[in-house]
């Protein structure tokens, strides 16, 4: 059944790497947070705001993109860097993501289970989460191709219903269609009134910014998925040139129909604009359809963090950082014992959900948003590491088939603006919760790694003696 030796299989096709791609910048938050956006930033606030983090995310993956064109592999920026920053930061990035992904897991499932509760309020909201948990674990440990598939359809979904949003929204924004209860048009007038676009001011963008920017995450999911595709040199670049139209159009035309068709404070107040809208446009079953389109959207973050966590399991496996039963995998190339242990630490932050909302679980929620950002800095700062080894190594510009535009600007811009988000959250007090987690918590891998983990990896030789690791290190900078 099991055999150490196997690798990973290559069944990531063209059509599942853009799709992931698509699906992992589309979630829960583009449905039910950008009216919160609205409300604190102003409509041109709003805006202005997703316009600076896509921006932010765009710099990075591309960034990541020369990284796994260049070195395809599931640990992808854990990986990374390992090899271009050291070993003890690759131990804390991995430990970062897949905290970050399993907290995740736990999460999505407990909000699946609430919005079943539109449709069978009599249920255990228990019942939905067992349900949902041994459906995406079966999908997973089924082969690579079924979990590509199912979040295929997954990310399908939610790209038609924001198109759909964009163009009836649209249209009945300049009076093309007509709005429940026979309201006039709004054309732009609430960009121009109420305050007009930037109504709290400037300032009021930084306080919904970590949320935009945490909004961006699992795009990086590009870079895992890389190790598995079977044309790596084709799609990843594909889809990394794809993330600017994706931000213009599912982002940011999405925030300006919202904006317009809702006085900025009333966006603030409204739930799900979507829901709003659909149901003012006259669609049946409005609130319904967004019901499903928000399951599938919960469901396909945690089928996309599920495969994150087992293949980062996978991978540190593999470089001699956790045990060695992590690095097998089933008859279907699939690390299989990483996946249950992905699994079951989801379901443990699940029970944190119900039991400790206000403790424990606040904690682990705190650690995966500063994770979140803390994986984007390392991805840029590989990047900036990665192509001064590739030339002090005798390597040509003209030899990657994805070359990181405007190198040293864009890995040391991406680099800076993470950092900046991460700082940042000293000054809102709402945020602050993710440095008191954070910081902690990768302070405890670092020494970890330094005075247990590290040992371990020098004696099965992963790593290297300190001085000759320091030399090399020098010679790179």
């Known amino acids: 059944m099991l055999n150490q030796n196997q690798e990973l299989k290559k069944e ?9 791609a698509l699906g992992g910048v589309i979630g829960t938050g583009l449905f039910l947070s950008t009216g919160y956006t609205i409300g604190e930033a102003g409509p041109g606030g709003a805006i202005l705001a997703y316009l600076i983090g896509g921006f932010v995310m765009y710099l990075t993956m591309l960034c990541l993109g020369e990284l796994a064109v260049a070195n395809p592999h599931v640990g992808s920026y854990q990986t990374y860097a390992t090899k271009f920053i050291s070993p003890g930061a690759g131990y804390v990035v991995g430990w970062m993501s897949w905290l ?47 979990f590509a598939e199912v979040e295929f359809w997954f990310a399908s979904i939610k790209v038609i219903t924001v198109l759909a949003f964009i163009l009836l929204g649209g249209a009945a924004m300049f009076g093309f269609l007509e709005m429940g209860g026979g309201e006039p048009a709004p054309f732009l007038s609430n960009y121009t009134d109420h305050g007009g676009l930037f109504p709290h001011g400037i300032a009021a963008i930084l306080i919904t910014m970590i949320g935009v920017n945490f909004s961006f995450q699992g795009t990086e999911l590009v870079g895992v998925a890389a190790g598995e595709s079977e044309n790596p040199e084709k ?52 609130a319904d359809i967004m019901n499903f389109v928000i399951i599938t959207a919960v469901l396909s973050v945690a089928n996309s963090g599920l495969y994150a966590t087992s293949r980062m399991l996978w991978s540190m496996s593999r470089q001699g950082m956790i045990h060695e039963r992590f690095g097998k995998l089933n008859k279907s190339g699939v690390p299989i014992n990483a996946l249950i242990a992905s699994m079951v630490v989801g379901c443990l932050c699940l029970l944190c959900g119900f039991f400790a909302e206000d403790t424990v679980y606040l904690w682990l929620l705190s650690i995966a948003g500063f994770g979140a950002v803390f994986v984007w800095a390392s991805i840029a700062l590989s990047n900036y590491l990665g192509r001064k080894q590739f030339l002090n190594n005798g390597g040509k510009i003209s030899d990657l088939k994805f070359r990181t535009p405007f190198y040293p600007i864009v890995p040391l811009a991406a680099l800076s603006a993470n950092v900046l988000v991460m700082v940042s959250l000293a000054f809102i007090p709402d945020q602050r919760m993710a440095l008191y987690c954070g910081i902690p918590f990768l302070i405890g891998c670092a020494l970890y790694y330094r005075f247990s ?25």
């Open 453 to 477: 983990a590290k040992d371990k990896m020098m004696k099965k030789g992963f790593v290297q003696d300190q001085d000759l690791m320091e030399t090399d290190r020098e010679k790179i900078i």
């Open 100 to 146: 970050n992904w399993s907290v995740t897991i736990g999460l999505e499932l407990l909000t699946v289970s609430i919005l079943m509760k539109r449709w069978f309020p009599d249920v255990s909201p228990w019942i939905w989460c067992i349900v949902f948990a041994i459906l995406l674990f079966c999908i997973n440990a089924l082969s690579t191709k079924s």
């Open 12 to 20: 990531l096709k063209e059509r599942h790497i853009l799709m992931i």
């Open 235 to 286: 799609t990843i670049p594909k889809a990394i040139n794809n993330t600017a139209w994706r931000i213009l159009i599912f982002f940011v035309l999405s925030v300006f129909v919202l904006a317009g068709l809702f006085p900025w404070k009333e966006a603030g107040l409204v739930e799900s604009p979507f829901v709003v809208v659909f149901d003012n446009i006259g669609i049946p079953y409005a």
